[in-house]
């Protein structure tokens, strides 16, 4: 076993420890998501991608897992405000939480993953004040120069005490996207638990486990996301620190994502067992709806390799557009019929000039979408694909457009 690997998540749940793990989906060995290769044909190494179920909670989890230490170090390249969508869906947020909980000068809001500081500002700009929490250094220190406040550290019950001795109980805990991308969930929710007072709420945004199941999304399946969230197993984690799931916000992004309201004070809303109703109706708890996800995935992985096979036969020029996360486990599941992409461009300067994990496809700047007169360009991120499409139609207008999930269409 190699030493990065944790065993741990292969046996007992996460959340709620019980030991009746179901493997779902295997997709085999893969190099890590964000590590880009510096030489076509430098070999990364390999760590297994096995998602399971827990038939307890509902949790769904990777088996054995890379340590976050491994993941989330210095160079993580991914920023979030590299893409406009975040950034005005973070805008959108800050001022309707500034609203609702009537934030002014006096309240704190702290982030906990804050990434390069994008969300945070906008609660500056309404003249909030604002503490991030975010573990990879670098990330931390484009937040800081930008002048937001930012502590370098991964978030737990040893940091919560920190802060709460320095700034008090803040107003309102944001953890977008960072819930699933902790394999000690409940050393990270002891520590929200410890800064939350009754009128702390905290919000945790991430894409449903169920919308996952339901619409095939596996390929947001990857090593940094140890676990898949529904309203039943942050409700379990919650439960055993003194908080209760309050309120769910149903949003659009990553698919289909649920923003979970905790609360040590107020009494859950309507939204709440509704939520809850939805999952199990989506096959949360049901054996045969896993097993038919599985197929619908295999069958979403052989559509793509033989759409590349099609486009080689064919002559076509194929590049991809958006080194994304999501591109990468897909691309790694279809295998040696990816490097029919003869380059993917990406808004992210750290990624231009290196190659994608596994796959080894150059990554170029968007600029250079044209650069080798594409027939197709085929968008990874497909969750952001209406953006993606309209800069491609100025960048290549003749290219044919393409995005690969939940089914291989032509946009
Ligand atoms: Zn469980």
Redesign the pocket.
Known sequence: MKETISPRGSSE?R??G?RELVSVLDLGEQPLPAEYGSTPDEVLERFPLHMRI?S??G?GQLGEYVLPERIFHDAYPYLSSASATWVEHARQFASSMADELKLDAHSLVVELASNDGYLLSAFQKLGIPVLGVEPADNVASIAREAGVPTLTEFFGARIAEKIFADRGHPRLIVANNVFAHIPDMHDFMAGMSILADDNTIITIENPSFAVLLQNTLFDTIYHEHYSYLTAH?VRVVAKAHGLELVHVDQLPTHGGSNRYWLSRSKLPDDSVSATLETEKRAGLFDPDEWLAFAARAGAAIEGLRKWFNKRQLEGDVVVGYGAAHKGNTFLNAVGEASKTLVYVVDASSEKQGKFLPGSQVPVLAPEQLASAQPTDVLILPWNIAPELAERIRLLAPNARIWIAQPAMRQL
């Open positions: 749940c959340a709620c019980s827990c307890n909670c949790l197993s």
